[in-house]
T-cell receptor, first 109, second 115 residues
């Protein structure tokens, strides 16, 4: 069983729609959760971190965490073509960070 | 967010030579640095974790004698690919965690091509 699972996609949404990206993890004692965006040929860029259950909003991005279900998601409102990228979910326990394989998102104009 | 730099951004070398890649945390002290490699359209693969002043911990299957890692200070880690072969051609990315943050920041990556 993979430690951090994401649907590889591709996920395609029209411009202006809400993109919903999901991630599950297996380590129940994980403490910190992150979403990274990676454009093709570039390195990952941190866009959201979340540490407690519930929602955390930052601009058009909302991260949602449910530790009981071992589930973390990222919502992107008003999706733009520039949001087209691979989104990596990362889960951390102490100094051990595990990444999902990423979900490729395409936002069509 | 914190800034991590890598140098060089791109390097081409001949088979059998060694290449050194530098990773620097520019505005914070990095207690732990990580080295990843990524093949086209594939996910990140952790190679090793290094803590300042101690030996790096390598992931299973990564040859420590081939991929030499030095983390001599709280702001600098280096990865040396020794006796490079064409199959070592990849995108190498470092990342760092600061002393006062849970967040991991990535450098811009180094694209290595071995001819």
């Amino acid at each position: 069983q993979k430690e951090v699972e994401q649907n590889s996609g591709p996920l395609s949404v029209p411009e202006g729609a809400i993109a919903s990206l999901n991630c599950t993890y297996s380590d129940r004692v994980s403490q910190s959760f992150f979403w990274y965006r990676q454009y093709s040929g570039k390195s990952p860029e941190l866009i959201m971190s979340i540490y407690s259950n519930g929602d955390k909003e930052d601009g058009r991005f909302t991260a949602q965490l449910n530790k009981a279900s071992q589930y973390v998601s990222l919502l992107i409102r008003d999706s733009q073509p520039s949001d087209s990228a691979t989104y990596l979910c990362a889960v951390r326990n102490n100094n051990d960070m595990r990444f999902g394989a990423g979900t490729r998102l395409t936002v069509k104009p | 967010g914190a800034v991590v730099s890598q140098h060089p951004s791109r390097v081409i070398c001949k088979s059998g030579t060694s290449v050194k890649i530098e990773c620097r945390s520019l505005d914070f002290q990095a207690t732990t640095m990580f080295w990843y490699r990524q093949f086209p359209k594939k996910s990140l693969m952790l190679m090793a974790t290094s803590n300042e002043g101690s030996k790096a911990t390598y992931e299973q299957g990564v040859e420590k004698d081939k991929f030499l890692i030095n983390h001599a200070s709280l702001t600098l880690s280096t990865l040396t690919v020794t006796s490079a072969h064409p199959e070592d051609s990849s995108f190498y990315i470092c990342s760092a965690i600061g002393q006062a943050t849970y967040e991991q920041y990535f450098g811009p990556g180094t694209r290595l091509t071995v001819t």
